[in-house]
């Protein structure tokens, strides 16, 4: 990797120098719980913030919400230049303790791997008596997701300053305080502060980077809408022996509407769930340049043939899905009982691309029922009405949170291929769609602001789960790519 240069400024040595306090710093602001549900402790991480911003010559806001403030950064250089709007989320997911290799999940812990693969401790001395090993890491709650790429952005704005070097653009700085929980009070903010938000880009820094840990740009994420379905037998559930043959199961008249939707190849057959959707020459080749390998996925899923919606696991991420995440009956106590159920009900989520309404999605599902002669109802069938009718159907659906997409070729897009590739030898990874869904999907709708996600963090950092960890090699390219987008000339 070629390290970032603003300014003719070579930034390889600084950051180096400055390394053992960064990892010390990172540690310091993991060690503040940050689970959402509890506001002091956000409010504490809000209050480090503050601090932390504002040596820097930022202008604070504790903007108010419905629920916990929405932080909000400011630097005004000059009002005539454009502004870039950084969002980050200080929050983290929920912890069991028990469940973690450590006594404290906000307690971090430096470790590096053994010879014969296992995780060991380091003292956290390391950081100042030996080379830093760039494949160390750091365990903790949100020291990836999304404490780390905080502290890369804090680190590079304290190297322009002690360098004299000043932003090209106005930039603002939005910490969610809780996404983990939904992004709702950010959200509930975004009619009443549209203004304090306004900015011509937008940059999200959160998520995983591509797994070989080259920079990486995503240009857009999937949204989600989701439906329950649930089909009836009798009334009530009846014995397996005396009603076998004669009353109809639910779950085999669900298994055969849930078949009428895909075929044998994983792909949807309901009318219309793929309209509008071209991949031209020119995305085609964007996502042959991804450096995936279906066979290194399917050994990993540990499947032999994966659906066929696509021909590689990216051109997969260009359509709508039609998933079933979970199928349920009346019986849910232990064990089990010869009894045939009285409904079954299965739980659904479409995900989403920018060609795909999340509302017209679903109404698409729900006239596919309709059409394998389901009486199709939004409450549960009356007496009278199962007696008339051979198959009914309660449906409800929610047409959710649509996609957003910027463009490869947008002048944001453009603009940060040129500020990073220029300064790295490693080829980017452009990727047009990711596969999960966002939280602030609406609020980048609503602000109507070209947006592009830069993931920084290792891809295996165990995001929401036990373990979660940073590799420090990804703090140090981090530190680089947010140097070079700090010296990038939006005009």
Same mark, same amino acid.
């Given at each position: *990797?070629?390290?970032?240069?603003?300014?003719?400024?070579? +930034?390889?040595?600084?950051?180096?120098?400055?390394?053992?306090?960064?990892?010390?710093?990172?540690?310091? #602001?993991?060690? #503040?719980?940050?689970?959402?549900?509890?506001?002091?402790?956000? &409010?504490?991480?809000?209050?480090?913030?503050?601090?932390?911003?504002?040596?820097?010559?930022?202008?604070?806001?504790?903007?108010?919400?419905?629920? &916990?403030?929405?932080?909000?950064?400011?630097?005004?250089?000059?009002?005539?230049?454009?502004?870039?709007?950084?969002?980050?989320? &200080?929050?983290?997911?929920?912890?069991?303790?028990?469940?973690?290799? =450590?006594?404290?999940?906000?307690?971090?812990?430096?470790?590096?791997?053994?010879?014969?693969?296992?995780?060991?401790?380091?003292?956290?001395?390391?950081?100042?008596?030996?080379?830093?090993?760039?494949? +160390?890491? /750091?365990?903790?709650?949100?020291?990836?997701?999304?404490?780390?790429?905080?502290?890369?952005?804090?680190?590079?704005?304290?190297? *322009?300053?002690?360098?004299?070097?000043?932003?090209?653009?106005?930039?603002?700085? /939005?910490?969610?305080?809780?996404?983990?929980?939904?992004?709702?009070?950010?959200?509930?903010?975004?009619?009443?502060?549209?203004? !304090?938000?306004?900015?011509?880009?937008? %940059?999200?820094?959160?998520?995983?980077?591509?797994?070989?840990?080259?920079?990486?740009?995503?240009?857009?994420?999937?949204?989600?809408?989701?439906?329950?379905?649930?089909?009836?037998?009798?009334?009530?559930? $009846?014995?397996?022996?005396?009603?076998?043959?004669?009353?109809?199961?639910?779950?085999?008249?669900?298994?055969?509407?849930?078949?009428? *939707?895909?075929?044998?190849?994983?792909?949807?057959? %309901?009318?219309?769930?793929?309209?509008?959707?071209?991949?031209?020459?020119?995305?085609?080749?964007?996502?042959?340049?991804?450096?995936?390998?279906?066979?290194? %996925?399917?050994?990993?899923?540990?499947?032999?043939?994966?659906? $066929?919606?696509?021909?590689?696991? =990216?051109?997969?991420?260009?359509? @709508?899905?039609?998933?079933?995440?979970?199928?349920?009956?009346?019986?849910?106590?232990?064990?089990?009982?010869?009894?045939? @159920?009285?409904?079954?009900?299965?739980?659904?989520?479409?995900?989403?691309?920018?060609?795909?309404?999340?509302?017209?999605?679903?109404?698409?599902?729900?006239?596919?029922?309709?059409?394998?002669?389901?009486?199709?109802?939004?409450?549960?069938?009356?007496?009278?009405?199962?007696?008339?009718?051979?198959?009914?159907?309660?449906?409800?659906?929610?047409?959710?949170?649509?996609?957003?997409?910027?463009?490869?070729?947008?002048?944001?897009?453009?603009?940060? =291929?040129?500020?990073?590739?220029?300064?790295?030898?490693?080829?980017?990874?452009?990727?047009?769609?990711?596969?999960?869904?966002?939280?602030? %999907?609406?609020?980048?709708?609503?602000?109507?602001?070209?947006?592009?996600?830069?993931? *920084?963090? !290792?891809?295996?950092?165990? $995001?929401?789960?036990?373990?979660?960890?940073?590799?420090?090699?990804?703090?140090?390219?981090?530190?680089? #790519?947010?140097?070079? #987008?700090?010296?990038?000339?939006?005009?």
């Amino acid at each position: *990797m070629t390290v970032p240069t603003v300014g003719q400024t070579n +930034w390889s040595g600084q950051v180096d120098a400055v390394m053992p306090s960064v990892l010390e710093r990172h540690r310091e #602001i993991v060690a #503040i719980p940050n689970v959402a549900a509890d506001h002091d402790d956000m &409010l504490r991480n809000a209050e480090y913030m503050k601090q932390a911003f504002g040596n820097l010559g930022f202008s604070i806001s504790l903007l108010e919400s419905t629920s &916990l403030p929405v932080f909000l950064a400011e630097k005004v250089v000059d009002p005539k230049l454009k502004t870039l709007l950084f969002y980050f989320h &200080l929050d983290g997911q929920p912890v069991n303790p028990e469940n973690w290799t =450590q006594e404290d999940p906000f307690t971090p812990v430096l470790r590096k791997q053994s010879s014969n693969g296992e995780w060991v401790d380091l003292p956290w001395s390391s950081v100042r008596e030996k080379t830093i090993d760039p494949e +160390w890491r /750091i365990y903790g709650r949100a020291a990836a997701d999304d404490k780390g790429p905080i502290t890369m952005m804090l680190t590079a704005l304290e190297l *322009m300053r002690a360098n004299g070097k000043e932003l090209p653009y106005n930039m603002k700085v /939005i910490l969610d305080l809780q996404e983990e929980a939904g992004s709702h009070a950010f959200m509930s903010t975004i009619e009443d502060y549209k203004t !304090n938000y306004a900015a011509d880009y937008m %940059i999200i820094m959160d998520g995983p980077a591509h797994y070989t840990n080259v920079p990486t740009l995503t240009f857009g994420c999937r949204g989600i809408a989701r439906c329950d379905i649930t089909v009836y037998g009798a009334k009530l559930p $009846q014995h397996s022996g005396h009603f076998g043959n004669y009353a109809p199961n639910p779950v085999f008249r669900m298994a055969h509407l849930l078949s009428s *939707m895909k075929n044998e190849y994983g792909t949807v057959v %309901i009318d219309g769930f793929y309209d509008g959707i071209e991949l031209d020459a020119e995305t085609r080749a964007v996502l042959e340049a991804i450096p995936d390998k279906n066979a290194e %996925i399917n050994e990993r899923l540990l499947i032999h043939t994966p659906d $066929q919606v696509g021909d590689t696991y =990216q051109e997969s991420l260009q359509f @709508p899905s039609l998933n079933v995440r979970h199928i349920e009956t009346s019986w849910k106590g232990p064990g089990l009982k010869t009894v045939i @159920p009285e409904y079954c009900t299965a739980h659904i989520d479409v995900r989403l691309v920018k060609e795909t309404d999340g509302a017209a999605q679903i109404e698409k599902v729900k006239k596919h029922i309709a059409s394998q002669g389901y009486l199709v109802l939004d409450r549960a069938p009356t007496d009278q009405e199962r007696l008339e009718h051979p198959l009914i159907a309660t449906f409800h659906g929610n047409g959710g949170v649509n996609a957003f997409r910027t463009e490869t070729d947008s002048p944001l897009g453009l603009k940060l =291929q040129a500020a990073i590739s220029e300064n790295f030898d490693d080829d980017m990874v452009l990727i047009r769609t990711m596969g999960g869904t966002i939280p602030i %999907i609406p609020a980048v709708n609503t602000l109507d602001i070209p947006a592009v996600i830069v993931p *920084m963090v !290792n891809m295996d950092n165990n $995001q929401h789960a036990p373990n979660e960890n940073i590799r420090v090699g990804n703090i140090i390219d981090g530190i680089h #790519i947010c140097l070079a #987008i700090l010296g990038m000339d939006l005009d």
